[in-house]
């Protein structure tokens, strides 16, 4: 399984950005993304189930929002309002029977 994220960049506070994780596989199972910050743990950001459930960090909740594709096995980030504390590399995630995957990253810096 191969997850190919893209999307991140710089951004000043305020500003939008939309990840993208193109999928090798269905992604009509559970779906995530994380993040990880510079001398942070990586942290659950949202998650898809596959009932299209969703469930977000307390941080991110009214801000983000994600949805997928399963057409075109894509699942989306959308970013609004951007915070300086939301600078991290960006992991999507993938999990069935067969097993947990994980993309590669992608940097979003939110400059003040």
């Known amino acids: 399984v191969q997850l190919q994220a893209s999307g991140g960049g710089l951004v000043q506070a305020g500003g939008s950005l939309r990840l993208s994780c193109a999928a090798s596989?269905?992604?009509?199972?559970?779906t995530a993304w994380y993040r990880e910050a510079p001398g942070k743990q990586r942290e659950l950001v949202a998650a898809?189930?596959?009932?299209?459930?969703?469930n977000y960090a307390d941080s991110v909740k009214g801000r983000f929002t994600i949805s997928r594709d399963i057409v075109k096995r894509t699942v989306y980030l959308e970013m609004n309002s951007l915070k300086p504390e939301d600078t991290a590399v960006y992991y999507c995630h993938l999990r069935r029977a067969t097993g947990a995957y994980w993309g590669q990253g992608t940097q979003v810096t939110v400059s003040s």
């Open positions: 596989t269905s992604v009509f199972v559970y």
């Open positions: 898809i189930n596959s009932d299209r459930s969703t």
